[in-house]
C-alpha cells in the first residue's frame, strides 16, 4: 500500500545503489570496475556485457532499487552519463540537474534542466555513438539536427514528464500498465 502521507524523501542514484546492492557506482568508475562489483555481489542483469557504463548503472538500478521505492520518493543526483540531454550541476559535475519521482516500484514522473550547450552536446552524442558502435542497442542515436539547432541559441530550459497511465495504475490499483492504457501499440505478428 503506497503511503502518500508525510514528507517525500529525496535520496541519490549513489545512495539507493549502495544500499540495495553495495554498490558504490563511483568507485566503479569504469565499465569494467562496475562489471565486476556487479559479477562479486552475484546480480544477474540481461545484456550484462554489452551494455555501456551509462545503460548498466540505469538496468542495476531497476533492477535492485527502484522496485523497492513503494512509497513516494524522489530519486535526485542522476549520474552525467544517464542523462545526454540534461544540463551539468553547477556543484559537481558527475551529476545532471535531474530528478525522477518514484511510486511503487514506477517511475512516474521524470524532470530536468536543459543542456543548450552545442558543443557539450555534440561530445556527449559522441560518446553515445561510441557505445552504440560497441554493441549498447538502448543507447539513442545522435540527433545532429538538434546540435545544429542549438549552434543558433537556445535559451535555458527545464521540463517535466508524466507517466499518465503509470498515475492512472496508481489510483485504480493495476499492477500492469497494459490494463490502463486506452489505445495501445499493436506489434505485427511477424
Known amino acids: 500500500m503506497v503511503d502518500f502521507s508525510g514528507k ?4 541519490s542514484i549513489q545512495d539507493l545503489l549502495l544500499e540495495h546492492s553495495g ?10 570496475k562496475l562489471r565486476s562489483s556487479i559479477t562479486e555481489k552475484g546480480i544477474q542483469i540481461d545484456g550484462f556485457l554489452k551494455h ?14 527502484r522496485p523497492k521505492l513503494i512509497n ?7 549520474p552525467l552519463m544517464l542523462s545526454p540531454l540534461a544540463r551539468i550541476n553547477d556543484d559537481n559535475p558527475a551529476i545532471v540537474d535531474r530528478f525522477q519521482l518514484c511510486i511503487n516500484g514506477w517511475e ?3 524532470a530536468y534542466s536543459e543542456l ?3 558543443i557539450d552536446q555534440e561530445v556527449r552524442f559522441q560518446n553515445q555513438s561510441h557505445a552504440k558502435d560497441a554493441g549498447d542497442d538502448e543507447v539513442a542515436m545522435p540527433d545532429n539536427d538538434f546540435v545544429i539547432a542549438m549552434e543558433h541559441g537556445m535559451p535555458p530550459q527545464s521540463g517535466f514528464g508524466m507517466g499518465i497511465d503509470r498515475l492512472v495504475a496508481l489510483l485504480t490499483g493495476q499492477p500492469n500498465l497494459r490494463d490502463v492504457v486506452l489505445f495501445p501499440l499493436v506489434k505485427d505478428k511477424k
Open 8 to 11: 517525500w524523501p529525496r535520496r
Open 23 to 32: 554498490i558504490d557506482i563511483y568507485t566503479s568508475d569504469t565499465l569494467e
Open 52 to 65: 555501456s557504463h551509462g545503460t548498466l548503472i540505469d538496468k542495476l538500478y531497476k533492477k535492485v532499487a
Open 72 to 78: 513516494p520518493t524522489f530519486v535526485i543526483h542522476q
Open 108 to 110: 512516474v514522473t521524470n
Open 116 to 118: 543548450v550547450d552545442p
